[in-house]
Nanobody, 119 residues
Framework: QVQLVESGGGLVQPGGSLRLSCAAS????????MGWYRQAPGKQRELVAA???????NYADSVKGRFTISRDNAKNTVYLQMNSLKPEDTAVYYC?????????????WGQGTQVTVSS
C-alpha cells in the first residue's frame, strides 16, 4: 500500500503565499509523475501542475508565473509553492502520484488540503 500525506494548506490573504507538501510512503519501487490538482465548490477537479521524475513540468494557464512545482526524489515528496494567491485559487488541493510498487504503475491520491484565499 502507498499513502500520500499532504500538508501546508490554510487561510491566506490575496497576494500572499503558501507552500504545499506531499510525501509518499509505503511500498514504493519508483514514482513516475507527481502532481497537484484542485477542486473548488461546484467545479470539477482540475490539474494545477505536474512534474515528471526527470523534472519536466506542466502548469495550468491560470497559475503560470505564480506557482512552482518541485520534487525531492530521495524523499518521495512533491511541493507546490504558491505566490500571488488570488481568491479564485480557493479550493481543496489534492496530491497525485503514479507509483510502481514492483509490478506496474498505480495512481494514488492524497486526502486533500484546503486552501482559502480571502481578506
Amino acid at each position: 500500500q502507498v499513502q500520500l500525506v499532504e500538508s501546508g494548506g490554510g487561510l491566506v490573504q490575496p497576494g500572499g503565499s503558501l507552500r504545499l507538501s506531499c510525501a509518499a510512503s509505503g511500498s514504493i519501487f519508483s514514482i513516475n509523475a507527481m502532481g497537484w490538482y484542485r477542486q473548488a465548490p461546484g467545479k470539477q477537479r482540475e490539474l494545477v501542475a505536474a512534474i515528471t521524475s526527470g523534472g519536466s513540468t506542466n502548469y495550468a494557464d491560470s497559475v503560470k508565473g505564480r506557482f512552482t512545482i518541485s520534487r525531492d526524489n530521495a524523499k518521495n515528496t512533491v511541493y507546490l509553492q504558491m505566490n500571488s494567491l488570488k481568491p479564485e485559487d480557493t479550493a481543496v488541493y489534492y496530491c497525485n502520484a503514479d507509483v510502481n510498487s514492483g509490478s506496474y504503475y498505480i495512481d494514488y491520491w492524497g486526502q486533500g488540503t484546503q486552501v482559502t484565499v480571502s481578506s
